[in-house]
């Protein structure tokens, strides 16, 4: 058994690089080694800006020898059929062997494969990781690179340390042969380090200051920046984002503490951390109060002879840094947020959907729409002027600065200017919910605000023909359907999203460059619009007969291709947000096939009703029962009759039972009282289980056979009022 | 004083010159020791480019002659030109006009970064001290149709060389790759020599500062730039540039249409300081540019590929 250490030199790997490249090492070594057939159990793999390290405990020395046969072609084979058998198993003609095969002269290739040495498998395979290593970026240089085929690597390659049991494995690769020499750190260590095997590797460059082992140097970030703050009074805000860059920058990290100016703490916390983290690279810390701090952490890569002069060094950029930030901040208020939002109209959205100063005009329409209708109890104006203004920070020489700071800088500006909190807030938190666990909304202005942005930018990018396909989502739209789904499932707001929608075309539709006839015509087609099955294959046959006619533009299929698409894809993104919630995906379509559902909130009190109905016994049977009388109907034709025979007691019972469940369902269900619904339904498991018991569907006499047939449809229409469950599996 | 003057000009004469400067304390013996430092390893050094660009890639020194097969070592100061960066003298670190630094080395040497540290020490910087740092920055031109990838370097987390391994030039791979410096030149100065403001760097040790040299042309030049200039002028300047640059091209001098290519740019850069060229406009400038700058290293590349294929066997074009 023997060890084996790999060590891949090269110029400064980019640190967001590393943790691809350890992964990418490893994969390529087990690759290689499976194909040449050597066992290889743990692997540690390392990296620091200058090295990518991998060690394989307890390899073989030798690969087994390997016997093998193969079956060829029949004796009287033509000779290109043989000859091909034997290049295909590396054998010359006469080293085949003629066997009997159930009496047929046949033959046979006898391969025996000796074992190999494993440092002579390991040789080629290194050259061969190293030609297929694939980095995100990579590059030629020197010399070689006169030709394009020359070796890539993600900055130039310098140097290969190769040793199995302390024996340099030898290989070459563009020139760089292997060997047992390494580098130390860049400027603490100036001659090369001999190593002698695995288990001196990481000793012996610890010695030249390089910590090889990545997680250490992480540990030693993560440690030394949170003693360094509190050494100082502070509390490190902890970030391990920036633990890990710092480690992958470093090979000897020092966290070194520093002070900044007081009064640049006047500026908002948030962008002196974003400046420090994402310009500097540097950990922020807070005080006892939890406020942010005058402090910074560094990470250098030296024990420097002084710390204080790198300190002072990385002080001044970081004071350079932060003037500009505060230079921003006051220029930024100098304008009011309205004239701001002037520069809006300079910024394109999207081609197809004009500026965003036309999206906030959108935006505030139908923000003030959903309060005025109550769908959201905010004031309407209040509403209209955080909408109006909530976009304004986009053209801010803050935001310019810094993307990431949109909508908090906003909230910030419209505090100092003395605007009324609700809308501060909403301007603040109106792109939220952002991600999963980011918090939902519950002001209600914020709420207006938000939704209005999101809807705005549905109806807006589907009636454009930008919907997304397949992984391809260039505009967050499904992003953006579960913000809304979540605001309205945290807020149990109540409102048609048909018509919801609907308000949000009118705005958008009448922006429109060629509004005309049939903007209108549109506009009317969409209020009317429901959301069923149905309605939606409608949908999509007038905007297939628009486009086959050529009777209108481009743009204007796409407005009913995409009206018809949006309660699709609201479907489809509720069924998988509540999938995860552990709600079944049947069950919602079958409450969403009924149509006229779009009312969110109680769809999905529906669905949870339904789920646990179907899951006790009495929903299992009348799921069963339906499915029967759904079977039955579907294949028979009948003429509706009136009752002129005298029922038997089991047609009887199911007919009391649906005079008594079909009201009571339906009440329930206007009420909104969807157990009692479901509890309706669970009246009539016992009559419909009698009923296919003791009569006979299709009874010679027709007239009977019609009584039956409608007793199954109502029975059938009794479901229909509660689900679908033509559409509920099991 | 004139006596004076002649004494030390006498006492720095007797001496040898490189004994007597301090980089440390004085902005022109910082440059003197780069060049002394890039002479000694072998580059070509140059005098400025007479022409106002944007960066010292812009030099024909970087850009052509990243083109094509032949060795190239380089070394030269250029005056940087930026109107939109103008600040009318009142900025400690923004400036419209300032030095950039190049070097260019081709074929890229195996120990370019350690050149690099060695140049480093010479001006003052000594890496047990500074913190010194390899970040990747990687770098795009597309009005060169330019990439190459390499690093910031950070001194103490300053940036103050940008180092990149170009990897294309005028949409023609670099065969082979050339690695460029570009230190700036006053933001270093100002960490080595310790000052905030680059008005109060040393220019020299005779107690001239770069205020002394620049900031009455920084106050008339921003002016110039952001208020002054002659709009409709430059937009006529813009269009004959342009025109030039094709009919140098189709005259088959391709340095000559580069030149053209460079002069638009920048009369492009003092349109947009001038605030006349609006978003929707902006892209289509930029792609004037660009086509012009990107024709002529291709008609360069193309015009020169036949000299270069016959030294260089090895080599081709694409």
């Avoid at chain 1, 290689?32 to 990518?52: I, Y």
């Avoid at chain 1, 070194?256 to 974003?274: A, K, M």
């Avoid at chain 1, 454009?464 to 789904?485: H, W, Y």
């Avoid at chain 2, 290519?261 to 009369?267: F, N, R, T």
């Amino acid at each position: 058994m023997a060890d084996f250490l790999l060590e891949l030199r090269s110029e400064e790997i980019p640190a967001r690089m590393q943790k691809g490249a350890r992964a990418e090492l490893e994969k390529l070594f087990r690759r290689e080694m499976d194909a040449a057939g050597v066992a290889v159990g743990e692997l540690t793999v390392w990296s620091t800006p200058r090295r990518l390290a991998l060690i394989a405990r307890g390899l073989p020395t030798e690969t087994q020898a390997v016997h093998e046969e193969a079956k060829g072609p029949p004796e009287g084979a033509p000779d290109q059929a043989v000859d091909g058998f034997c290049r295909k198993n590396g054998v010359t003609r006469d080293q085949l062997e003629v066997r009997d095969v159930k009496g047929r002269a046949t033959y046979f290739a006898v391969i025996e494969r000796p074992g190999q040495a494993v440092a002579d498998l390991l040789a080629n395979a290194i050259t061969n990781i190293i030609r297929d290593f694939s980095w995100p970026k990579s590059m030629r240089w020197g010399d070689a690179s006169i030709s394009t085929e020359s070796l890539k690597w993600v900055r130039p390659l310098s140097g290969i340390v190769a040793l199995l049991d302390g024996e340099v494995v030898p290989c070459v690769m563009d020139g760089l042969a292997s060997g047992r020499e390494t580098i130390g750190h860049r400027f603490h260590s100036s001659s090369s380090v001999e190593v002698a095997n695995a288990d001196d590797y990481a000793a012996k460059l610890r010695d030249a200051y390089v910590i090889v082992d990545h997680k250490e140097r992480e540990a030693l970030v993560r440690d030394r920046a949170k003693a360094a703050a509190e050494a100082a009074g502070f509390k490190l805000v902890e970030d391990e984002g920036l633990v890990v860059e710092n480690a992958g920058l470093t090979e000897w990290p020092v966290p070194l503490l520093g002070r900044f100016e007081d009064d640049f703490l006047d500026v908002p916390p948030e962008t002196i951390q974003l400046t420090a983290r994402v310009n500097q690279k540097y950990f922020v810390c807070e005080d006892a109060d939890g406020k942010l701090a005058n402090a910074f952490i560094c990470t250098a890569n030296i024990e420097a002879a002084d710390p204080a002069v790198v300190v002072d060094g990385n002080r001044k950029v970081l004071a350079a840094r932060l003037a500009d930030a505060r230079f921003f901040w006051e220029l930024d208020q100098k304008k009011t947020l309205a004239e701001h939002a002037k520069g809006l109209e300079r910024i394109t959205f999207h081609e197809k959907l004009g500026t965003v100063a036309d999206k906030v005009d959108r935006v505030a329409k139908l923000a003030r729409w959903l309060c005025e209708e109550g769908i959201v109890k905010g004031d309407p104006d209040l509403a209209e002027q955080a909408a109006r203004l909530c976009k304004a920070d986009l053209v801010t020489e803050m935001v310019g600065e810094f993307p990431e700071l949109q909508g908090l800088m906003g909230g910030y500006y419209a505090a100092k200017e003395g605007l009324p909190v609700e809308v501060s807030d909403a301007i603040r938190d109106h792109y939220k919910p952002v991600g999963q666990g980011d918090d939902v909304p519950t002001a209600p202005v914020t709420v207006a605000v938000s939704l209005a942005d999101k809807l705005d930018t549905l109806v807006g990018f589907f009636l454009s023909g930008e919907q997304p396909t397949g992984s391809k989502d260039p505009f967050a739209l499904r992003r953006a359907v579960l913000a809304v789904i979540r605001l309205m499932s945290k807020n149990d707001l109540r409102f048609s999203m048909q018509s919801a929608l609907s308000e949000a075309m009118i705005p958008l539709v009448s922006q429109h460059t060629t509004v005309d006839d049939y903007a209108t015509h549109f506009l009317i087609y969409a209020r009317d619009f429901t959301w069923s099955e149905k309605a939606v294959m409608e949908a999509e046959d007038i905007a297939d007969n628009i486009a086959a006619k050529g009777q209108m533009g481009y743009t204007r299929t796409n407005w009913y291709l995409g009206q018809a698409a949006l309660p699709g894809f609201f479907a489809d993104r509720l069924k998988v947000q509540q999938r995860e919630a552990g709600v079944r995906h049947d069950l919602i379509d079958a409450v969403f096939a009924l149509g006229g559902e779009d009312d969110l909130v109680r769809l999905l009190a529906r669905v949870k009703a339904l789920q646990a109905f179907v899951e006790t016994e009495n929903g299992t049977n009348l799921l069963a029962g339906y499915k029967r009388a759904a079977n039955i109907l579907k294949k028979e034709e009948w003429v509706s009759k009136e009752l002129s025979y005298s029922p038997k007691a089991a047609e009887k019972v199911l007919m009391d039972a649906l005079d008594q469940a079909g009201p009571k369902a339906s009440a329930a269900i206007e009420s909104e009282q969807f157990e009692q619904a479901m509890a309706a339904l669970a009246s009539l498991r016992a009559p419909i289980d009698d009923f296919f018991e003791n009569v006979t569907v299709n009874d010679p006499d027709q007239d009977k056979r019609s009584v039956r047939l409608d007793l199954l449809a109502r029975f059938r229409d009794a479901v229909h009022q509660v689900a679908d469950f033509s559409r509920i599996e099991g | 004083m004139a006596q004076r003057m002649e004494s030390e000009v006498k006492s720095a004469v007797n001496e040898s010159p490189a004994a007597t400067r301090d980089p440390t304390k004085s902005f022109q013996d910082m440059i003197l020791t780069l060049h002394d430092f890039w002479s000694a390893a072998g580059c070509v050094i140059l005098q400025p480019y007479d022409m106002r660009m944007g960066a010292g890639t812009f030099h024909t020194a970087t850009t052509l002659r990243a083109l094509g097969p032949e060795p190239w070592n380089a070394a030269f100061v250029q005056p940087c030109r930026r109107p939109t960066d103008g600040r009318y003298g009142e900025n400690p670190n923004r400036l419209q006009h300032y030095y950039q630094y190049q070097v260019i080395l081709k074929p890229s040497p195996s120990d370019i970064q350690e050149l690099y540290l060695e140049s480093l020490r010479q001006i003052g910087i000594d890496p047990l001290k500074h913190d010194i740092r390899f970040v990747e920055d990687d770098w795009e031109s597309p009005t060169l149709g330019a990439w190459g990838l390499g690093w910031e370097v950070w001194c103490d987390g300053m940036e103050v060389t940008q180092f990149t391994y170009f990897q294309q030039m005028g949409g023609f791979d670099c065969k082979p790759v050339a690695g460029e410096l570009t230190y700036g030149l006053e933001r270093l100065a100002m960490y080595i020599q310790g000052v905030d403001s680059v008005y109060d760097l040393a220019f020299n040790s005779h107690g001239v500062s770069y205020g002394d040299v620049f900031l009455e042309n920084e106050k008339q030049m921003s002016k110039w730039n952001f208020e002054v200039a002659d709009t409709d002028a430059l937009f006529e300047l813009f269009n004959k540039a342009e025109a030039e640059c094709r009919n140098a091209l189709s005259a088959d001098v391709p340095i000559a249409a580069y030149e053209q290519a460079v002069e638009a740019s920048h009369l492009f850069n003092l349109l947009q300081a001038r605030g006349v060229i609006s978003v929707q406009e902006r892209a289509s400038y930029m792609g004037r540019v660009r086509d012009l700058a990107r024709s002529s290293c291709e008609k360069y590349a193309e015009k020169m590929a036949p000299e270069w294929a016959e030294k260089y066997p090895e080599w081709s074009l694409v």
